[in-house]
């Protein structure tokens, strides 16, 4: 009686950590189901009539180039992709590029690129508001530095460009020297990543220069000098060596 007694005893024990356990897998679930809840009513806070619009307008972009479907799926998680690269701190073109290359890119050019990437911006009220400050910054630092040249490459600016301190790359902004720096890639394609060095003076260059060394897979690759007191953006997109 006492041995029977016993094993009831376990098996009551087991029952009772499998009942816990099974509760906090569900209280888990629960919780990650109610997280992506929460999101889903952030990026779509007008449900079904936003995915709708949104798929609409990625046709009316492509031209009806794809089918519905296909349209839905590209928008709904471009627009994941917009919410959750806010939340680490900015959703750039590039981003959006990154994220359409295994599976979509091949249905956009440069133009319908950058009318969905405005779009699905324009929907992202975090994401358009960290844009317009940093718009807001540009214009801040055109005002602060009206001497600031508006071309791609500093005039006054010689040796290779980029590479030494007498010929800087030209932003308008040091948030703009981070986004220029983000899209830069090796000759092969890879990402670089970066580190600030410090900032600096030329003879040749009147305002103040920051360096940064570029590394690719681990490895230092280069160091390149920008400075960001100037008017415009520089736009040329550059290529570093492996």
Request: aromatic share 8%.
């Amino acid at each position: 009686m006492t041995t029977i007694l016993i094993i009831i005893g376990i098996v009551a024990v087991i029952l009772f950590i499998s009942a816990m356990s099974k509760g906090e897998q569900n209280q888990n679930k629960s919780e990650l189901q109610d997280l992506l809840a929460k999101m889903h009513e952030e990026i779509f806070p007008n449900g079904k009539k936003d995915i709708d619009d949104g798929t609409n307008e990625l046709l009316r972009i492509l031209n009806h180039s794809i089918d519905e479907k296909t349209a839905q799926d590209i928008f709904t998680k471009s627009a994941s992709i917009c919410h959750l690269s806010t939340m680490k701190g900015g959703f750039t073109k590039e981003r959006l590029k990154q994220h359409l290359s295994p599976y979509a890119l091949q249905h956009f050019n440069e133009n319908t690129l950058s009318k969905f990437y405005d779009y699905v911006l324009s929907k992202n009220e975090k994401a358009s508001a960290l844009n317009n400050l940093v718009e807001i910054t540009r214009e801040f630092s055109k005002a602060s530095n009206p001497d600031g040249t508006d071309k791609d490459e500093m005039p006054e600016g010689y040796g290779e460009f980029g590479l030494i301190i007498n010929n800087p790359i030209p932003t308008s902004s040091i948030p703009d020297s981070y986004f220029y720096l983000r899209r830069l890639r090796t000759l092969n394609g890879s990402e670089v990543t970066f580190d600030r060095i410090g900032s600096m003076n030329a003879e040749n260059i009147k305002h103040t220069i920051d360096g940064y060394n570029l590394s690719a897979n681990g490895k230092k690759i280069a160091t390149v000098y920008i400075c960001p007191y100037n008017k415009n953006q520089h736009k040329k997109h550059q290529k570093v060596s492996n």
